[in-house]
């Protein structure tokens, strides 16, 4: 049996390793837009903040899968490790053990260099598997110092093998599950729900459509420009966005979906709120560098009578612009791609009237005091905060609704 020497060194790896396993699996569900409670609360979208910058940028994904899934796996191997060495000390696992931890915890300096120099932001989930690293390496060390003195032989016991075989196999096992289920749950939330689950979403969505329907009235004015549905709708939904957020372009994508279904009793309208110092007095620091020229650059799709192409002309490549800088040359390129005249784009985007058009719609948003993006409004109420997943079936609850009135 094990030393008690490396109890404590071996307690320290289990709680890095306990750590750094669950976050890194909510990252995951994170990457892949399956939102998760525990995410939404420590994740948000302000200027100090962001774990989709992280996601979508150049580290984001490797060889196709989320970084947050070669973490998973890392951690569960060093818990694998220290459970093999606990029952059977050996010099090469034990160096596994030290030199992992070590590298991992020089990445980690990397990827938190990389959010503050590159991204401009702490993604605060990841923040949590740094301190997790932290933890790790420390317990890897005194493992490495106390278990050195102790190992005789290389005498590898069968409880060893066969922990550190089960411990290996169920932390791929688990991460590419995780991976999967997180990407199920983004594509298709409610496939195959059971009548109960069936039941506790028509319970929420109950509730979510009563603390709508409580919410205050917001009158602001409704522009033909930028919308998109019905003539003579039963529902107005109002989205105020941001080009370089992705729970924007989440929310894009649902709209369109819903207006699609049921075009002739829903309109959609889109309304800028980059969230760039430059044209947006409400921020107070840089961020989302960029966005108000992306928003011009919408607002010139309008002009040519091509809002809806440009608009998701650049949400669409909306994860270029995380690597790298906005530029005209860009603008150019995404508007000859979505039909538009290039020479009138270029005249457009210079107009003193188009920056006027996208601060207006940053007026109204501060009018109604929006704190972040995107801000829904449906029939004058704001949208409650809701995981995203819920929103198609509140909006169709608010649809039947108010269909009956």
Not at 119 to 134: D, E, F, H, N, Q
Not at 217 to 235: F, T
Not at 263 to 279: A, E, N
Not at 285 to 290: C, D, E, L
Request: net charge positive.
């Amino acid at each position: 049996m094990f030393k008690k020497p490396l109890i404590l060194p071996a307690t320290l790896v289990f709680v890095g390793a306990f750590i750094g396993l669950l976050f890194s699996g909510i990252l995951i569900y994170e990457h892949n837009g399956a939102k998760t409670e525990l995410g939404s609360a420590v994740c948000d979208v302000n200027q100090t903040s962001s774990c989709d910058k992280a996601k979508d940028s150049a580290v984001g994904k490797v060889f196709g899968f989320p970084l947050a899934l070669y973490g998973y796996v890392f951690y569960g191997s060093m818990a694998a490790l220290a459970a093999f060495l606990l029952l059977s000390l050996n010099d090469t696992a034990l160096r596994l053990l030290f030199w992992g931890s070590i590298s991992a915890l020089l990445f980690d300096v990397f990827l938190l260099l990389y959010s503050l120099v590159v991204l401009g932001s702490i993604c605060r989930l990841c923040a949590i598997t740094y301190i997790a690293s932290v933890i790790l390496a420390a317990g890897a060390y005194l493992f490495n110092r106390d278990g050195a003195k102790m190992i005789k032989a290389e005498n590898i016991s069968i409880a060893g093998k066969a922990v550190l075989g089960v411990l290996f196999a169920a932390t791929f096992g688990s991460g590419f599950f995780l991976n999967n289920a997180s990407l199920q749950a983004q594509s298709a939330p409610v496939a195959g729900a059971t009548e109960q689950e069936q039941k506790l979403r028509e319970q929420l969505n109950n509730e979510f459509y009563k603390q709508w329907k409580a919410g205050e009235l917001v009158k602001l004015d409704k522009p033909r420009s930028g919308s998109k549905g019905a003539a003579n709708p039963v529902l107005t939904i109002m989205e105020f966005a941001d080009p370089l957020c992705p729970h924007c372009k989440d929310m894009g994508i649902v709209l369109n979906e819903f207006v699609k279904k049921h075009g002739d009793k829903v309109r959609v309208i889109f309304r800028h709120y980059p969230l760039d110092i430059q044209c947006n007095d409400a921020m107070k620091r840089a961020f989302h560098v960029g966005a108000c020229d992306l928003a011009r650059a919408i607002e010139c799709g309008e002009a040519q009578g091509k809002f809806w192409p440009m608009h998701d002309a650049v949400f669409m490549q909306q994860e270029l612009f995380f690597r790298n800088p906005v530029t005209e040359r860009a603008i150019e390129s995404l508007a000859a791609g979505a039909g538009l005249n290039t020479g009138a784009m270029a005249s457009c985007f210079k107009s003193q009237a188009t920056m006027a058009k996208v601060k207006a719609d940053i007026a109204a948003g501060n009018k109604i005091k929006i704190t972040g993006t995107p801000t829904t409004i449906i029939n004058d109420r704001r949208l409650p905060g809701v995981p995203l997943e819920f929103v198609p079936g509140i909006l169709e609850k608010i649809l039947l609704e108010e269909s009956r009135r």
